[in-house]
């Protein structure tokens, strides 16, 4: 039992340090410069089954020019989820794509093939970040419990 706890805890460390670490280049990509682009595609429907209805994002790119030099991107942001309630799409998707097929992107300057649609520290990341930390500080409890 003592082995299968430490191997979630090592697990959910991982996936715990990935998260952060999304969050964090979120942030930093806040201050990347941006440039007008265009969706060149993009498959979001709805996902109804018994308990929810999510949105799915199948396939997205967008491209966009810098310097001169066109790009293709198809990451909307770090750690952003491919599937999501309903209720959150209300705000994010529609902010992002407010405008769509014109997007606003926001690309590395130091490499203008690295590039998001969603910048900042977002509800998302939040909610897994937190959520992974609870259920870490559940498992670490029982590793570390009494006996």
């Given at each position: 039992?003592?082995?299968a706890l430490?191997?979630a805890?090592?697990?959910?460390?991982s996936v715990?340090?990935?998260e952060?670490?999304n969050?964090?280049?979120s942030?930093?990509?806040?201050?990347w410069q941006?440039?007008?682009g265009r969706?060149?595609?993009?498959?979001?429907?709805?996902?109804v089954d018994?308990e929810?209805?999510?949105?799915?994002?199948?396939?997205?790119?967008y491209a966009?020019r810098?310097?001169g030099?066109?790009?293709a991107s198809s990451i909307?942001?770090?750690?952003?989820?491919t599937?999501?309630?309903?209720?959150?799409?209300?705000?994010t998707?529609k902010?992002?794509?407010?405008?769509?097929?014109?997007?606003?992107?926001?690309?590395?300057p130091?490499?203008?093939?690295r590039s998001?649609l969603?910048?900042?520290?977002?509800l998302h990341h939040l909610?897994?970040?937190?959520?992974?930390?609870?259920?870490m500080?559940i498992?670490?409890?029982?590793?570390y419990?009494?006996p």
């Amino acid at each position: 039992m003592r082995y299968a706890l430490a191997l979630a805890a090592f697990i959910l460390a991982s996936v715990l340090f990935y998260e952060i670490l999304n969050a964090m280049r979120s942030h930093y990509a806040a201050r990347w410069q941006s440039t007008p682009g265009r969706l060149k595609r993009w498959d979001i429907h709805t996902d109804v089954d018994a308990e929810d209805t999510r949105i799915v994002i199948r396939d997205f790119e967008y491209a966009y020019r810098v310097a001169g030099k066109d790009y293709a991107s198809s990451i909307i942001g770090f750690g952003f989820p491919t599937r999501m309630s309903v209720l959150y799409v209300e705000k994010t998707l529609k902010r992002l794509l407010g405008s769509a097929p014109e997007v606003l992107v926001f690309f590395d300057p130091a490499n203008p093939g690295r590039s998001v649609l969603s910048v900042g520290v977002q509800l998302h990341h939040l909610i897994k970040i937190l959520g992974i930390g609870f259920v870490m500080a559940i498992v670490l409890a029982l590793l570390y419990g009494e006996p």
